[in-house]
Every structure is written in C-alpha cells, then in structure tokens.
C-alpha cells in the first residue's frame, strides 16, 4: 500500500525543508542520512574516550591522596596549581617542604591538608568587639599605613575578626607589637 500524501520536513543533518513521503523521514536523502550515522558513531568514540581520560585522572588523583610525601609536581597536581606556586608558597613560608638533596624536594601530605584547616578559636581567647580596634582606627592610633598594618597583622599571625563590614584586631596584640602599656 502506498501512500499518496506528502508532508514537508526540515532534515536534521542540513536543516533544509523537502517533502517527505513518510511522517518518520528524517533526512532528506540518503547522503544526509549517512552523515548523520557517521558523525553519531564518531560522538560515540569521542565519549569512550573521554570516559577513559576521566577515569584515568580520577586514578591519579586517588594515588595522590593515598601517599603520605609529594614532590613538587605532584603537590601542584593535586592542588590544582603550578609548579612555581608550590614554591612560592614554600619560600613564603606558608607551607612546610624537606630538601632531600639539590633536586627533590618532598612535601607532607598533612602540611597540604593543614592548608586548608581554619584556625580554632575558642571563645575564652576571643576578645570581644570593645577589646578591639576598627582597622581605621589602629592606623589613627599607631600612625601607620593600611599596608604596614596588614604586613604586621600577617608577619605577627593576629587573628583579626570580621563583624559585617568591619574588619578588628585585638588591642592587647597591636599594643604588644608596638610596645605600649
């Protein structure tokens, strides 16, 4: 039985308009059809493999997390980060590395995770609001720069507190540091 009806389509290879015979035509001639198959089966290939570099890199990272000592690259690695930020990080001081000779150095794996820990304060050793001076005000009081003051509050590891858009410091810290009784 044939049918005697025409239907007009868009081909979903081309996107142009032809008139199908059929209301299940996809294409409007079989080139189109064939390089709809061919462009699936490569997407199908390309997936395959992009699983496979996937699970590769989730390996990877697994076996990082499980060593206890990293070399550079590998801290870099599984920080997410290049080389020279790892050592700069180490010349900073900011994290701990050991030398084992010219050409390795090794990280632990706790002093990467230590990165990441915030310092704990109890509310014994945190000084209330009236304890404290207002950034703004720590510069009025000990005549210094917004830079020198942040240098000093980094350089000394003062804990600072942040309350809504204001950022405070201990009075006792900064009067230790510039010697005032």
Excluded: W
Excluded at 18 to 31: E, G, I
Excluded at 108 to 135: N, V, W
């Amino acid at each position: 039985m044939s049918s005697n009806f025409t239907v007009k389509k868009i081909c979903e290879q081309c996107g142009q308009i032809f008139l199908a015979k059929t209301t299940v035509t996809r294409f409007c001639s079989k080139s189109c059809n064939s390089k709809n198959y061919k462009q699936q089966i490569r997407n199908e290939k390309i997936g395959k493999s992009n699983e496979v570099v996937r699970t590769v890199i989730s390996h990877q990272l697994q076996e990082l997390t499980s060593l206890e000592f990293l070399s550079v690259k590998a801290a870099a690695k599984l920080l997410g980060a290049s080389d020279k930020i790892v050592y700069n990080m180490i010349r900073s001081g900011r994290l701990k590395a050991t030398n084992l000779s010219a050409r390795k150095t090794v990280i632990s794996r706790k002093d990467i995770d230590s990165l990441f820990e915030l310092p704990i304060q109890t509310s014994a050793d945190a000084p209330g609001l009236e304890d404290c001076y207002h950034m703004g005000e720590a510069q009025i009081v000990y005549n210094i720069s917004e830079k020198a003051l942040y240098e000093i509050i980094k350089r000394n590891n003062i804990s600072k507190i942040q309350a809504g858009k204001f950022t405070y410091v201990a009075k006792s810290a900064l009067d230790k540091i510039f010697n005032i009784q």
